[in-house]
């Protein structure tokens, strides 16, 4: 009898630890995050996966010049607003949409598209982007941002956005 119970009160111990063993992951190498904040009087929200430098060239290496990005990681990242929104002159309605960017050296075009919930690329490495599904189209001029940054993050100010990661900083003006 004292035998069984050993072995129970072992048994258990076993299987305790086994189960916080499973618990304790590993951090995701893009962590997800989400920006929030108030522009013209909408609730606007980003939410995207924080993939970092690491080492590697960004701008014109992992993140290629002239081809869309899913300007984030893993999932396409989501812009929502509670009101519409004016955009160099074009209006945004209320809703979410998925972001995407086309950097360039010197000029970028960060597009809002009405598909929501798909992964960021395709299979082939190509972005899930479907062009007949963009609903604005954005140009905005990168700057050297003022410190490096080495995790991407979306802050959101009063008059738009703002895309930073590594050395760059592309700031998204709504007028």
Do not use: C
Not at 77 to 102: C, D, H, N, R, V
Not at 145 to 154: D, G, V
């Amino acid at each position: 009898m004292l035998k069984k119970g050993i072995m129970l009160t072992m048994l258990s111990m076993v299987m305790s630890s086994a189960i916080w063993a499973q618990g304790a992951k590993p951090a995701p190498a893009s962590p997800p995050a989400v920006a929030k904040g108030i522009v013209n009087g909408a609730d606007v929200s980003i939410s995207y996966s924080s993939p970092a430098v690491k080492g590697r060239k960004i701008w014109g290496g992992l993140v290629p010049y002239d081809k869309v990005w899913r300007a984030g990681a893993n999932e396409a990242t989501i812009f929502e607003t509670s009101k519409p929104l004016t955009i160099t002159g074009k209006t945004l309605p209320a809703g979410k949409y998925s972001l995407y960017a086309l950097p360039g050296e010197k000029e970028w075009k960060i597009i809002l598209n009405s598909e929501t919930g798909q992964w960021g690329i395709k299979r082939t490495g190509e972005t899930t982007d479907d062009v007949s599904k963009d609903v604005l189209v954005i140009s905005a001029t990168p700057v050297k941002s003022a410190k490096f940054n080495e995790r991407l993050t979306y802050v959101i100010t009063k008059s738009g956005f703002t895309l930073n990661w590594e050395n760059l900083a592309i700031p998204v003006i709504f007028k």
